[in-house]
């Protein structure tokens, strides 16, 4: 089993979300080269700023990371093709049908090349209903954010800073995450 490294800020629940890692449902974040040669702990200081990306929804309308400020968003990129990203896309959809609304809201943002028809017939496959449909048929996105595989997933504040993320599949339903999610837009809210 690989390795989990977790890094988190001070959004006021570093420390829930380390402890939904122990509960199965761990958040990898990404380290600087200098944290990791130094032997991090994995804790930031500070959210880092997320570049500005473009994508489009299901019907075609441009759209961007912008619109979602205001809301604590868990970004997700992945692929049709990936499997690990065919298998967290369920616990996903679970997560947004539970606290999806004014204060959160999962983007499971493909990558795919072949553009919105193969992103719709993935979710009607697989019965995704409460996700929606964004696809960036570029993979700009992935190079933007210096994504290193698929699936990788962003905790972003309301701010639109990253405060966390993950390299690989979670169940991102499991009810300590659920609970530890829940409890940083709340916190976030005030």
């Not at 080269?33 to 700023?49: D, T, V, Y």
């Not at 204060?103 to 072949?114: K, P, T, Y």
């Not at 209903?129 to 960036?136: F, G, P, R, W």
């Amino acid at each position: 089993m690989e390795t989990k490294r977790l890094v988190l800020t001070r959004f006021g629940v570093a420390a829930a979300l380390v402890g939904a890692m122990a509960a199965g449902a761990g958040i990898y974040v990404a380290l600087s080269p200098q944290e990791s040669a130094q032997g991090g702990s994995g804790a930031r200081s500070e959210p880092r700023s997320v570049p500005e990306i473009q994508f489009q929804d299901g019907s075609g309308r441009a759209r961007s990371l912008a619109e979602f400020r205001g809301k604590v968003v868990l970004l997700n990129l992945w692929a049709t093709w990936c499997t690990p990203c065919r298998e967290e896309m369920p616990s996903l959809d679970r997560l947004q049908a539970r606290l999806g609304g004014p204060g959160f809201e999962v983007v499971a943002l493909s990558i795919d090349q072949q553009g919105t028809p193969v992103v719709r017939k993935f979710y009607d496959e697989l019965g995704i209903k409460a996700l929606k449909l964004y696809n960036d048929p570029s993979a700009q996105a992935g190079f933007k954010l210096a994504t290193r595989g698929l699936p990788t997933t962003l905790i972003i504040d309301r701010a639109g800073r990253e405060v966390g993320r993950r390299v690989g599949p979670a169940e991102w339903d499991a009810p300590k995450m659920v609970e530890e999610l829940r409890g940083m837009v709340e916190a976030s809210g005030r």
